[in-house]
């Protein structure tokens, strides 16, 4: 039998009690499994501390390239003693991992790796979880995406958050992104609204992400002209988009089209970060525009508060 290594007094870098680790993972034991799973929720903690980090300004008389070096191994040591607490990322993983394992073993397949779709499911329920204590603050203050619009956006800009707002948090709670993201994503789209897509009768299609509708749609289509990048350049195209009964609609089906898909598995991992969150769905193919990723970072920095 292998014996199973505890990582809960070692160093997070601690490189050799990490292969350790994962040679007693290989045993399918649930004491590995939740180690395994306490030292996911500490590299997630210490990515947080590392982005945090990032932003703060580092150029003081006493910071140099030895105190970076020192406070990146206090951050790694105290990303371990806050998973060995716990936030709640590894008991959301070892029961999504857990259950795949079990459906797994039934059919005699393998167990799934860390970077299946299991773990971006994980990650995503992580994220609703805590998108609900948000959201009890929040009502606990009674501040929404749409209250905080405020007088220093630009009119289109409010009007566009207020109006819009209270669905980009309903889809929040569904996939874990922060609503600011989608909604900044809507406002790509559509010109801040200004330039939806049209159903046939002239009425709106309701339509805030530019989703195609493929032959597997089963709801209404219009057809629009749209701009497609073929080899970096553009070209006019009539396709057929997807047609709803209401904005909430349109963020529903975004919400279950990015949940679904295993292409845009990677894009809810890393959700965290806007960045990161708008390359993510360039490159899996979200948009043909090759500055898309550049123009959403730019819209959800700069444009949107929340």
């Not at 105190?67 to 590894?90: F, H, W």
């Not at 857990?98 to 397949?109: E, I, K």
């Amino acid at each position: 039998m292998i014996s199973q290594t505890d990582l809960s007094n070692t160093a997070a870098y601690d490189v050799k009690g990490m292969d350790g680790l994962r040679q007693s993972a290989k045993a399918k034991d649930p004491a590995a499994l939740k180690e395994a799973a306490t030292q996911f929720e500490a590299m997630f903690i210490n990515m947080m501390m590392k982005s945090m980090r990032e932003a703060t300004p580092q150029d003081g008389i006493m910071d140099s390239q030895q105190s970076k070096m020192y406070t990146s191994m206090l951050d790694q040591q105290t990303s371990q003693n806050l998973a060995k607490r716990g936030t709640g990322l590894a008991d959301v993983l070892i029961r999504q991992l857990s259950s795949s394992n079990q459906a797994l073993a039934a059919d005699g397949a393998e167990a799934p790796s860390p970077r299946s779709s299991s773990m971006a499911q994980a990650l995503a329920a992580f994220r609703q979880q805590q998108g609900a204590l948000t959201e009890g603050s929040a009502s606990a203050t009674g501040k929404t995406l749409s209250d905080k619009a405020n007088a220093t956006q630009a009119p289109h800009v409010r009007a566009f958050q207020e109006k819009l707002g209270v669905h980009a948090e309903e889809a929040s709670r569904a996939t874990g992104i922060p609503a600011k993201f989608m909604l900044g994503q809507a406002a790509l789209e559509t010109g801040w609204g200004k330039r939806e897509i049209i159903a046939r009768d002239g009425s709106s299609s309701h339509n805030l992400f530019g989703i195609k509708a493929s032959s597997d749609w089963k709801g209404k289509v219009t057809e629009a002209v749209t701009t497609e990048y073929v080899n970096g350049k553009a070209q006019r195209k009539v396709e057929k988009f997807r047609a709803y009964d209401s904005y909430a609609d349109s963020f529903k089906d975004y919400a279950q089209l990015i949940t679904n898909n295993k292409r845009y598995e990677k894009v809810l991992a890393s959700a965290g970060d806007a960045s990161t969150f708008a390359h993510g769905l360039q490159k899996a193919g979200y948009a043909t525009d090759p500055n898309y990723a550049a123009k959403l970072t730019k819209i959800i920095k700069n444009s949107l508060v929340g």
